[in-house]
């Protein structure tokens, strides 16, 4: 029992360190491959508790070296757009000028009720006040609305 519990003190700080190394993105925010880093890490660091035997090291070594191959990744992915674009996507209009883009919602696999709570979310409730909507890369939907149907503002009517 001492011996599982002094593993998890080693595991569990190792485990946070080499999360918090890959950024600091809420879970909803990773990307694809953040993601399966990850759960693998949190799959890896199980081991040597499941299995007495196993030597930490044979656990440890693993998770540094996927923090690092992510890291590694991400400052490709900054450097490079196309491997940003093979590995995060691209932004996809879904809406242009109040029409929605079936062939882009179908490719997404984004339904119309996801279209509409992500609307709703931004303070539209007719697609018809939509002049752009975009899926962006994180999944959220950016919504610019028809000039006509955005709230007026001082500067609109120069009260300044």
Same mark, same amino acid.
């Given at each position: 029992?001492?011996?599982?519990?002094?593993?998890?003190?080693?595991?569990?700080?190792?485990?946070?360190?080499?999360?918090?190394?890959?950024?600091?993105?809420?879970?909803?925010?990773?990307?694809?491959?953040?993601?399966?880093?990850?759960?693998?890490?949190?799959?890896?660091?199980?081991?040597?508790?499941?299995?007495?035997?196993?030597?930490?090291?044979?656990?440890?070594?693993?998770?540094?070296?996927?923090? !690092?191959?992510?890291?590694?990744?991400?400052?490709?992915?900054?450097?490079?757009?196309r491997?940003?674009?093979?590995?995060?996507?691209?932004?996809?209009v879904?809406?242009?000028?109040?029409?929605?883009?079936?062939?882009v919602?179908?490719?997404?696999?984004?339904?119309?009720d996801?279209?509409?709570?992500?609307?709703?979310?931004?303070?539209?409730f007719?697609?018809?006040?939509?002049?752009?909507?975009?899926?962006?890369?994180?999944?959220?939907?950016?919504?610019?609305?028809?000039?006509?149907?955005?709230?007026?503002? !001082?500067?609109?009517?120069?009260?300044?």
């Amino acid at each position: 029992m001492l011996v599982s519990f002094l593993r998890v003190l080693i595991l569990y700080p190792i485990v946070v360190f080499g999360i918090r190394l890959m950024g600091k993105r809420q879970l909803g925010e990773l990307q694809p491959t953040e993601l399966v880093v990850t759960i693998l890490i949190s799959n890896i660091a199980t081991l040597p508790l499941e299995d007495q035997n196993l030597p930490l090291l044979m656990s440890i070594v693993p998770m540094l070296l996927l923090v !690092c191959f992510e890291v590694l990744l991400s400052w490709g992915v900054l450097k490079s757009r196309r491997l940003r674009h093979l590995l995060s996507g691209a932004p996809q209009v879904v809406i242009r000028g109040g029409q929605i883009d079936q062939r882009v919602m179908q490719a997404l696999r984004f339904t119309l009720d996801d279209l509409m709570t992500a609307l709703r979310g931004s303070g539209v409730f007719d697609i018809a006040e939509v002049q752009l909507a975009v899926v962006e890369t994180n999944g959220r939907v950016s919504v610019y609305q028809k000039a006509d149907a955005r709230t007026v503002t !001082c500067a609109d009517i120069k009260l300044h």
